[in-house]
Structures are given as structure tokens and as C-alpha cells.
């Protein structure tokens, strides 16, 4: 099966799931074509999907084109002492400010996306204010084993997200922590100085490629983009 979601009329394909049996017969190209024929039947013409190295020479024999990349950063579980962050928390009541802040760095609004994630139970949103407004924000998406990925790192400036970023990681030392950052952005940078890493396994699939087909625009483009 493939998941899909959408923000506005552009289509994102994500969790693409062949059953191990099944695998390297030729039913990923079976399940990508009468994906995208069902999805066109019902008019999508703006696509995004981001891929390994594996998958990326069917997507770009279906005339996707290459854009930004990104790589997974991990840093395992440290000791010491962690800092107290419900200053820094954020909940469903944020929802606007929240939502505010995506759409000036994704570029779209996403009211239902964001609402949906601060009324979840797992995901965690910690932000950072300049007096009254809200500077900077960022989710901690819960993974296998108490671990957590960043995710929806938005700001104003880079300055106000890397002292976000660096309280909540260090407020989180004893976790296991990922995040898939823009390839040689400043949070990538930010986040190796962290003591972050590229784990292993990813080195020989990775970086991430983001492929788009039709007419997307310059949604999730902007150069405020720190991870996927």
C-alpha cells in the first residue's frame, strides 16, 4: 500500500509498504503507476514525494524532478543533568501562533495539520517567545523505544530556532534523538556540534531526495526550511 496526504491541491506520497515476500519482484513500479493513475483519475496534478537511493530511479523515470535533500542526524542517549523545559512548552491552545509560524516558513497554511499534532497524545511542541510573540517552534515526534525525531523546526530568524532547538535537545539528553535535516543547512550544523550523527544504515541509502512533478510551486522551499 502507499499513504498519501495533502496540503491545499498538492499531494505528498509517503510510507510506501510492500510486503518482505513481495519485495524485488517488480510491485513497487506496479504500486507507484496505479498509484498515480487513481490519483490523477481524481485530478492531483502537484506532487511530492522524497526517496532513498533505492527508490529515486523509478520516481525520476516518472518525471519527477530533484530538489532539496535531506540527511538523518542521531545522537544516542547521554548522562547529566536535563533541563526543565515546561517554560518552554506548548499545547492545543497555541494552535494559531503555532500555525502562524508554519505558514510563514512552509509557505502554506496548515491549520489541520498542526491542530492535529498539538491534540495528539505522544507528539511534544516547545516554544520560544520575544516578549508576547512567538519566535520560534519545534515538535518532538515520539519513536520506537522513547525516542524522539524534531520535526517542524519554524522561526523568524535561525538565531531564535538554534536556542530553541539547543534547550530542548539538551532537555532531552537522556532520549535518543533523530532528525531528518536539510542537507548542509544551519540546523544541520547546529545539530552536529549536538553531537549528532548519520547513523550507519542511512549512509549507504541516504541523503533523502525531494522529487516534485506538476505545478507545485515554491511550497516548503524556503531557504527558512530546516527538516523534513
Not at 523515470?61 to 515546561?86: A, K, Y
Not at 511542541?125 to 520535526?151: I, N
Not at 549512509?203 to 511550497?219: F, Q, S, T
Amino acid at each position: 500500500f502507499c499513504a498519501t496526504n495533502s496540503f491545499g491541491e498538492i499531494l505528498y506520497l509517503h510510507m510506501m509498504i510492500v510486503a518482505p515476500e513481495f519485495r524485488k519482484l517488480g510491485v513497487t513500479r506496479q504500486l507507484y503507476s496505479r498509484t498515480m493513475q487513481e490519483l490523477k483519475r481524481k485530478g492531483v496534478r502537484s506532487f511530492v514525494v522524497h526517496t532513498t537511493n533505492d527508490s529515486s530511479p523509478l520516481i525520476r523515470f516518472l518525471g519527477f524532478r530533484p530538489g532539496q535533500t535531506f540527511t538523518l542526524l542521531r545522537r544516542e542517549p547521554l548522562t547529566g543533568t536535563m533541563e526543565t523545559l515546561d517554560n518552554l512548552a506548548l499545547g492545543p491552545e497555541h494552535q494559531r501562533e503555532v500555525a502562524a509560524l508554519d505558514t510563514l516558513v512552509f509557505g502554506m497554511d496548515r491549520p489541520s495539520w498542526i491542530g492535529g499534532l498539538l491534540r495528539q497524545q505522544g507528539p511534544r511542541f516547545f516554544g520560544l517567545r520575544l516578549g508576547a510573540e512567538l519566535a520560534a517552534s519545534l515538535c518532538l515526534r515520539p519513536r520506537r523505544g522513547e525516542a524522539f525525531c524534531l520535526d517542524l523546526a519554524n522561526a523568524r530568524t535561525f538565531s531564535d530556532l538554534a536556542e530553541l532547538v539547543t534547550r530542548v535537545v539538551r532537555g532531552h539528553a537522556a532520549h535518543r534523538l533523530e532528525c531528518f535535516v536539510r542537507t548542509e543547512s544551519e540546523l544541520h550544523a547546529l545539530l552536529q556540534r549536538e553531537g549528532f550523527s548519520v547513523p550507519d544504515f542511512f549512509k549507504a541509502i541516504g541523503p533523502l531526495v525531494e522529487w516534485r512533478r506538476g505545478p507545485v510551486g515554491d511550497v516548503g522551499t524556503s531557504s527558512q526550511i530546516q527538516c523534513l
